[in-house]
T-cell receptor
C-alpha cells in the first residue's frame, strides 16, 4: 500500500531564515506530487505540483520554491521566510491516471 | 468568481442523525471531478468520496453519499447516522479536466456532532 511522509511535523523559524520541508511517497512510482498551504481557519491553496522528476509548476508566485530531485521526493524551500509564510503545509500525491489525491500528515510552520 | 462555494461555515447535528453539507461549483469544462475530504483536528486530509461529471449515479461510500445535481452545479455530501468521530472540517474540491490533476478547494464546513 502507498504511504506518504512529511517532516518535520512542526517547525518554528525566525523571519529571514531558510526553510526546507520534505515529502516522500512509498509504494508507488511516478506519482503526481503537490504542495498545499492552509492558513489558519481557511481552505487549501495549491502552491506547486509536479508530474515528474525536475518538472515543477507553480500556481502562486511567492517566496517559496519546490524541487523534485527523485521520483518520490518533493521538497518545499525558501531562502528567507516571511511572517506570511506561517501555516499548515500539506503534501499530496495522486497516480498518473487516478483522480484522488492522498495527503500526508502535514507540517505546521510558525514564522516568528 | 469562486470555483467552489461552501456556504455553511458551521453545522451542528446530533449523533445518529443525517446531515447534508452543501457545495456548489463553477466550471465550463464538460469533464470534471468532484471530491470531498475530511480534516479532523489532527490536520490530515482524508479522502471521502469522488463523483465524476459523467457518472450517471450518485457516488456512495459507506455512510457517505454525494448528491450530485449537475444542472444546478451542486455536489452536496450526505452523512448518514452521524457519529461523534465525524466532527471535523469538510472540504469540497473540484478537478477540472484542463488542470492536470490539480484540485481547487472550497473554504470548508465545520461539522460538530453532539451526543
Amino acid at each position: 500500500s502507498q504511504t506518504i511522509h512529511q517532516w518535520p511535523a512542526t517547525l518554528v523559524q525566525p523571519v529571514g531564515s531558510p526553510l526546507s520541508l520534505e515529502c516522500t511517497v512509498e509504494g508507488t512510482s511516478n506519482p503526481n506530487l503537490y504542495w498545499y498551504r492552509q492558513a489558519a481557519g481557511r481552505g487549501l491553496q495549491l502552491l506547486f505540483y509536479s508530474v515528474g522528476i525536475g518538472q515543477i509548476s507553480s500556481e502562486v508566485p511567492q517566496n517559496l520554491s519546490a524541487s523534485r530531485p527523485q521520483d518520490r521526493q518533493f521538497i518545499l524551500s525558501s531562502k528567507k521566510l516571511l511572517l506570511s509564510d506561517s501555516g499548515f503545509y500539506l503534501c499530496a500525491w495522486s497516480s498518473g491516471t487516478g483522480d484522488e489525491q492522498y495527503f500526508g500528515p502535514g507540517t505546521r510552520l510558525t514564522v516568528t | 468568481a469562486q470555483k467552489i462555494t461552501q456556504t455553511q461555515p458551521g453545522m451542528f447535528v446530533q449523533e445518529k442523525e443525517a446531515v447534508t453539507l452543501d457545495c456548489t461549483y463553477d466550471t465550463s469544462d464538460p469533464s470534471y471531478g468532484l471530491f470531498w475530504y475530511k480534516q479532523p483536528s489532527s490536520g490530515e486530509m482524508i479522502f471521502l468520496i469522488y463523483q465524476g461529471s459523467y457518472d450517471q449515479q450518485n457516488a456512495t461510500e459507506g455512510r457517505y453519499s454525494l448528491n450530485f445535481q449537475k444542472a444546478r452545479k451542486s455536489a452536496n455530501l450526505v452523512i448518514s447516522a452521524s457519529q461523534l468521530g465525524d466532527s471535523a472540517m469538510y472540504f469540497c474540491a473540484m478537478r477540472e479536466n484542463s488542470g492536470y490533476s490539480t484540485l481547487t478547494f472550497g473554504k470548508g464546513t465545520m461539522l460538530l456532532v453532539s451526543p
